[in-house]
């Protein structure tokens, strides 16, 4: 079975700033993707970026970038510029890559906080 | 292209009372996630659907139940509420036949059970 960590319940980071989020994953699986999602308060899930186990390159969105250390099992998510409507909970999932089923697998999120 | 849609939004129901959400996919989606988010538990997953069948399963009681049809619209169902089935309900759908892995949200339906 698949588990994500993210071992930072809160944080706060100013306007303008960067911040990175991080996450750990534990599988034993070779090919597999992995996704951030933000949840702001109107509960809404909204996909952030996305990332290919067997890419190299790490994937970026605008702002948002990710360091993915596969050896390690480490995928944390850097937000540049950080801007008031990033404020939400952001979530780390885990995917295994099969033809047959689709299963997300959450970790318990980092609540972001942007202050002026 | 219109989202995920999800009906109803919110719920209220009474304990012993069943249940049943209903979840719209992007067209052309044919794959039908639900997950069960709280507080307690974050957010885990409930079953998987795709082309009517379910091809995956969360640990959950047989009480929750799903079903999806030809046109890919799927519904769960929760019989014999219990008051620990308050939560948000979240359907995601993706489209995998196309290498498709990305799951895409619903606003959810809140369900509270008193």
């Known amino acids: 079975a698949q588990t994500v960590t993210q071992s930072q319940p809160e944080m706060s980071v100013q306007e303008a700033e960067t911040v990175t989020l991080s996450c750990t994953y534990d599988?034993?699986?070779?090919?597999?993707?992995l996704f951030w999602y933000k949840q702001p308060p109107s509960r809404q899930m909204i996909l952030v970026i996305r990332q290919e186990a067997y890419k190299q390159q790490n994937a970026t969105e605008n702002r948002f970038s990710v360091n993915f250390q596969k050896a390690a099992k480490s995928f944390s998510l850097k937000i540049s510029d950080s801007q008031l409507g990033d404020t939400a909970m952001y979530f780390c999932a885990f995917m295994k890559q099969s033809g047959t089923a689709s299963k997300l697998t959450f970790g318990t999120g980092t609540r972001l906080q942007v202050t002026l | 292209k219109a989202g995920v849609t999800q009906t109803p939004r919110y719920l209220i129901k009474t304990r012993g009372q069943q249940v049943t959400l209903s979840c719209s996919p992007i067209?052309?989606?044919?794959?039908v996630s639900w997950y069960q988010q709280t507080p307690g538990q974050g957010l885990q997953f409930l079953f998987e659907?795709?082309?009517?069948?379910?091809?995956n399963k969360g640990n959950f009681p047989g009480r929750f139940s799903g079903r999806q049809f030809s046109n890919s619209r799927s519904e769960m169902n929760v019989s014999t509420l219990e008051l620990g089935d308050s939560a948000l309900y979240l359907c995601?759908?993706?489209?995998?036949?196309?290498?498709?892995?990305?799951?895409?949200f619903g606003p959810g339906t809140r369900l509270t059970v008193l």
């Open positions: 995601a759908s993706s489209n995998p036949v196309a290498g498709g892995n990305t799951q895409y």
């Open positions: 067209s052309g989606h044919r794959s």
């Open positions: 659907y795709f082309s009517e069948t379910q091809r």
């Open positions: 599988t034993s699986e070779n090919n597999y993707y």
